[in-house]
């Protein structure tokens, strides 16, 4: 499974950007369940949770720090998870990785993922 993220820039504070990530892959077929988790790394920091969802997106979850603020979505016909992110702050500035793991749940902990996207690069201006 190859994971693709699209959608980092720059905004200012208070803005809004929408992080995709497709998948793809020879093994990834339409019965090929996959739940779907957001990271973010600074500089010198590890890796931190964001978002995620299960394979249905009828269950998310959310780092506190983002609750309210960023939405996790999923359109399963075209194989990418979104991540809409609104009323940004500079302590959002990050690269932002989304990664899969096979099977019906989401995970919070980046260990338990073994697909990871090349990352995309969020920066927000104060």
């Known amino acids: 499974v190859q994971l693709q993220a699209s959608g980092g820039g720059l905004a200012q504070a208070g803005g809004s950007l929408r992080l995709s990530c497709a998948a793809s892959g020879r093994t990834l077929s339409s019965v090929v369940r996959l739940g779907m988790g957001w990271f973010r790394q600074v500089p010198g920091k590890e890796r931190e949770f964001v978002a995620a969802i299960n394979w249905s997106g009828a269950s998310t979850d959310y780092a506190d720090s983002v609750k309210g603020r960023f939405t996790i979505s999923r359109d399963n016909a075209k194989k990418t998870v979104f991540l809409q992110m609104n009323t940004l702050k500079p302590e959002d500035t990050a690269v932002y990785y989304c990664?899969?793991?096979?099977?019906?749940?989401?995970?919070?902990?980046?260990?338990?993922?073994?697909?990871w996207g090349q990352g995309t690069l969020v920066t927000v201006s104060s």
């Open positions: 990664a899969a793991r096979g099977g019906s749940t989401y995970y919070t902990v980046a260990s338990q993922y073994n697909y």
